[in-house]
């Protein structure tokens, strides 16, 4: 199967959603949209003018034009809105959790809201305490929302078409840090169900379940902690809403052991609700406690050793595996 | 407007006597905004409301029994009993989604109008709203993109925040907006606006027709401030009707208290209409009156109909939250 | 020692606060604010008359006077801003979890932020989807935010008085579902320290860790399982940033089984956090799984039995006890 | 002026060669509108500023050495590496919080701006904020809250909308606001609201004067617009410097591209403020080029001590999420 970088597959599933049905509208800053302030983000710009009555630009109102999406959402468009980084969508907050969140239910299954919201969550180096936020926690609190985390080429451009296919109000949250990723995306068209866990890699002593980047942080560890002789098996929920909880349990129940890591911050955080999910469901499955790896609960600082130190790097994964063979 | 008036006043009667929990607000006082401006929608067109929603809903053709029932959380309630008062969502009638968040809804209109030109059916949104909306930065902020964008939306909203009957009415100031009068507001985001006196109904005709064939026209986004006087028991957070409405109060209010009196004379617009079309001879005191019996009869037997309505299975609860999938 | 009504406790605190402090300005909707929709909200009214230059009703906007609220705690007040219903706090989102949770850390602890928010949180019957947030677990996965959930009419008033003493930004999460409870209050000042959780009853069988309406709900379970011969501890935290754990584990350590009890949504609730740190220090600790009683992952129902069938009930509380003893 | 300009070219090099990472923001074609403006600020008074604050600092008395530390993520850096470009904190020259959300500051001045008025200390605020600023609700919320409360707030706000040199200038459109001109808006909140050409250091000081002596004398906030046009270096999100200023570029600009040069004739602040003091003999072109020397070796040195600085200790990272508790 072909290569591809992880920004590539992203940019061909976008082109390919945008070209093949009329109905979706991407609302973005064209500058920084979809691809952050990556060096890709030249490429969203030639997208954006290949259809420019499709791709459009919006004052710095994200609580507007993320209801302005609610709303063509629920008129028959599907939109996907670009919050860009993830801490602009707390600037839309009541949109997308008061309002997109809710409109199905209130209505009774009336009102459907097929609408995308794109973030770029996360520690991206140098981005502080205003710019970091990984607001999936906050999101899985509330219930209504689909929420994605892509973590692999193959992954990034599946999921973002199931998205995209989706009826429900999906937030689809992306990693500046994965697009240079290197790995196998089919040819033809294969969306990803929400809902279907990946193994990521098999082993048989010790389960990581991970999200986003912590997925690729947490093979590297694996990779290194092969050569000390563990064998460590990555499981990547992929969409925490709906969650593949049966593909995760048998996978504790098969190594007894886990480490679960993740980029939000520490209390509340998503790692916080798989521990408490696998400590429910696993009590008298484990052989030893089960491991969180996740942001240090500090607001994100600017320099360089002060973000590194709270920080779930890849040392801080393989600590957490070690400690748990141990 | 009469099935509104007499839907309300008899809503807060079930509240007291506890068939409906929770808080609650009604349209009483601003009955001809909502049933002239909103006689102007389509069928495919998009409207939008808040907690103040009843009359909107009855004036699109809203069944006063299954409005009910849904304000007293029953089975056949238009949500099932999800929604409630503050939510009702009403499709049939154009509502697909109601927020209770005050200026919630005005991207949402401003979105759905989006898509109905993107989509080209000539459709077109109307988002209602109090004047309290206009201080939530939802509002400032979709005005700009709805003008900028030329969307098709009529915002129309309902000021009823002129305290109490016997206030100076004009150019007065508010407590809570500087930008008065409020019509200041969209016109910085160059979107055209007026004023009208939201009890008078031909007022109101003339303004709504107005904008709607404008926007129909492709001339972009219009705004309607329609003021109505605050209903006297509507001051607390909890309505109380002080007397029940009966159209003779139109002529003869009997001995009631000096603002009640007066708001009969110059606020209410359900009399102010009513001796309109008496006085232009469109219907009689008699034919009036009978109506009016015909209206309290269906409200009462609404009202049964709703009591009568089971309340939900607890395992609805669970259901709704996502749509199934699609597959193309 | 005197029984007060919570309510009176409450107010009692408030009144103490403003008299006795020239910088506290109390910013809300003198209609509702304080006491909510409740039926004492006319005694708030009556603060409100008494100072009339420091209770300021400001415009809907809750974005602005919670920033406004930022600044002036800034520049030397003490103000109390009050959102009233915990949901409109999503409206003023960015200033409460971007701007006031990260001023002092980003400013390497220059400037303090000494502002209460005020919420009325939860379900509070008939409040339907968007107006029975109970926003603590989102903002307990935002570092820089200290966060108080009274439950007895002793606690309301002394952590109101901590609250407005605390140089941090503090968020005082009330319910007005507590507002009749009755109970023992000092008439001497006695501010409740931040950290400290209170035993609100002793017992050897099953600890329950319960915050805020549940604390109350999970006394009267005690209540009905000490007729069945099951003693329940019930530890209320009161605060959850800073939190008491060392109490907390004590208590786990000498029952060796726990129910966690909080109102949020489940996933990534509060529930979850607490389940998740009693899993890693009591992993060889505990002689049964930790059970979690939460609100369920849909939107709230307006319909009374809807709404009951996603609570977390007394008799939920029970259920779960008793599940932990079998 | 000059300072400021041959700070952020310095910096640009600086992050080109990797001691900086992360985006940032210069205020090349700005400086003008900070340095001139924030003269009026006293030593008691709250200032406010965004992403772009570099000048804004400096302008205040920022040491050029501890604000590249901060840049660079060093220990002396003014907030110690925490802050860094986004969020520098300055309190000795009256900055307690910067912002890097767009619009967050707006309600926060206003805050410090009630505060200072109700503890009576005659101080006020200045909030700098770009035009893209007003897009966001904030802006709206907050100015409503300042009109109706008389705070004592100057709202200054840096147009740099103007896209490069050469654009028609005058009454344009924007693409992002249709209250344009910008002064639109804050007088629809009944706040007095002038247009300034930001490049023009004497325009911007009789506006700032006159606003802030009205501020002081209770007549409840002022709101400037200062026009600049957008230099050419900062069009990208990664700003690229196309020449380094040295000020007999004034005189003769050298073979550069026409838009530089068209820059230089009639937007760069610096080089027209010094033609004018050659003009007006307040300064001979050899005394300005020896004041260019000695920034530019300070620039230098503060370059050197920025990366001479020690990156902080770990540990730091987790101090300063909490004030210890005030004992009364
Ligand atoms: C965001 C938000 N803040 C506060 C409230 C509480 N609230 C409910 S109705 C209302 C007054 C709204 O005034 P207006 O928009 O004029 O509508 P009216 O009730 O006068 O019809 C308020 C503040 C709310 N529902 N949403
Ligand atoms: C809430 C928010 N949305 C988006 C951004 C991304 N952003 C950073 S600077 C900027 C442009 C701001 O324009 P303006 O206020 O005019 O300031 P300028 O950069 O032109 O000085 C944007 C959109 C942000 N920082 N905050
Ligand atoms: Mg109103
Ligand atoms: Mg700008």
Same mark, same amino acid.
């Not at chain 1, 919050?83 to 602009?88: Q, R």
């Not at chain 2, 004047?131 to 939530?136: H, I, N, T, V």
């Given at each position: 199967m072909r290569e591809l970088a992880y920004y590539e597959a992203k940019l061909e599933a976008l082109r390919e959603i945008i070209a093949g049905d009329d109905r979706v509208h991407y609302i973005a800053d064209v500058g920084t949209g979809f691809m952050g302030l990556s060096a890709q983000r030249v490429r969203f710009a030639e997208i954006a003018r290949e259809f420019p009555e499709r791709v459009i630009a919006p004052p710095i109102s994200e609580l507007a034009f993320c209801g302005l999406a609610v709303g063509a959402a629920m008129a028959g468009l599907r939109p996907v809105v670009d +919050?860009? #980084?993830?801490? @602009?969508a707390l600037e839309a907050w009541p949109q997308i959790v008061n309002e997109a969140a809710n409109a199905f239910y209130m209505s009774a299954g009336k009102t459907r809201v097929p609408v995308v919201f794109h973030l770029l969550h996360g520690l991206r180096g140098g981005g502080a305490a205003q710019h970091s936020h990984s607001p999936q926690a906050m999101l899985w609190n509330c219930p209504g929302l689909e929420i994605v985390l892509p973590s692999s080429p193959r992954d990034v451009k599946g999921l973002l078409k199931t998205a995209v296919a989706s009826d429900n109000p999906t937030v689809f949250i992306d990693h500046t840090q994965l697009f240079n990723v290197m790995g196998e995306v089919p040819e033809e068209d294969e969306p990803i169900p929400f809902g279907k866990a990946d193994i990521k890699r098999k082993g048989a002593d010790v389960t990581v379940v991970a999200t986003s980047l912590m997925v690729q942080r947490s093979l590297a560890a694996a990779e290194r902690l092969a050569e000390e002789g563990i064998e460590v098996e990555v499981v990547d929920p992929? #969409? +925490?809403?709906? +969650?593949? @909880?049966e593909t995760i349990m048998a996978s504790v129940e098969k190594t007894r052991r886990v480490v679960v890591a993740d980029e939000c911050h520490r209390s509340c955080g998503v790692a916080a609700e798989l521990l408490a999910r696998i400590a429910e469901a696993g009590y008298d499955k484990l052989a030893a406690p089960i491991r969180r790896v996740a942001r240090l609960d500090v607001p994100v600082p600017y320099s360089v050793p002060l973000e590194e130190a709270i920080s779930p790097t890849e040392e801080r994964v393989a600590e957490a595996i070690r400690a748990s063979v141990r | 407007m009469l099935v509104i008036r007499h839907f309300e006043e008899e809503l807060i009667a079930l509240h007291a006597e506890g068939h409906a929990r929770g808080h609650f607000h009604v349209c009483i006082g601003q009955e001809a905004t909502a049933v002239i401006a909103l006689s102007f929608a389509g069928p495919g067109d998009y409207l939008f409301t808040t907690h103040r929603n009843h009359g909107h809903l009855l004036a699109r053709g809203a069944e006063p029994g299954r409005l009910y029932a849904e304000i007293m959380g029953r089975r056949d309630g238009y949500n099932g009993g999800k929604g409630g008062t503050l939510h009702t969502v009403y499709p049939a009638g154009g509502f697909h989604h109601t927020s209770? &968040?005050? /200026? /919630? &809804?005005i991207p949402i209109a401003a979105g759905t109008a989006y898509a109905a030109r993107a989509r080209n059916t000539g459709a077109l949104s109307v988002c209602l709203f109090g004047? /309290?909306?206009?201080?939530?930065g939802a509002a400032p902020e979709a005005l700009n993109i709805a003008s900028l964008w030329k969307l098709p939306v009529l915002f129309l909203c309902e000021n009823n925040g002129k305290y109490g009957p016997g206030a100076a009415s004009g150019a007065e100031q508010s407590r809570t907006m500087a930008a008065y009068p409020l019509t200041d507001l969209p016109r910085a985001y160059k979107i055209p606006a007026i004023q009208v006196d939201g009890t008078d109904a031909a007022e109101v005709f003339r303004a709504a027709s107005e904008a709607v064939a404008k926007i129909r026209r492709g001339e972009g986004p219009q705004f309607i401030e329609a003021q109505t006087v605050r209903w006297p028991g509507n001051e607390s957070n909890w309505p109380v009707a002080p007397i029940a409405t009966r159209l003779p109060l139109a002529w003869d209010p009997g001995p009631v208290p000096e603002r009640q009196r007066e708001w009969y004379r110059s606020c209410d617009p359900v009399l102010l209409f009513a001796r309109e079309l008496v006085a232009r001879n469109v219907a009689s005191r008699e034919e009036l009156a009978r109506i009016e019996e015909e209206v309290l009869a269906q409200i009462d037997e609404a009202a049964k109909f709703a009591i009568a309505s089971p309340l939900p299975d607890p395992a609805e609860a669970l259901r709704d939250v996502f749509a199934p999938m699609e597959r193309a």
């Open positions: +919050l860009i #980084t993830a801490s @602009f992929r #969409t +925490l809403v709906p +969650l593949d @909880f | 209770s &968040i005050v /200026g /919630g &809804i004047d /309290g909306a206009l201080e939530e």
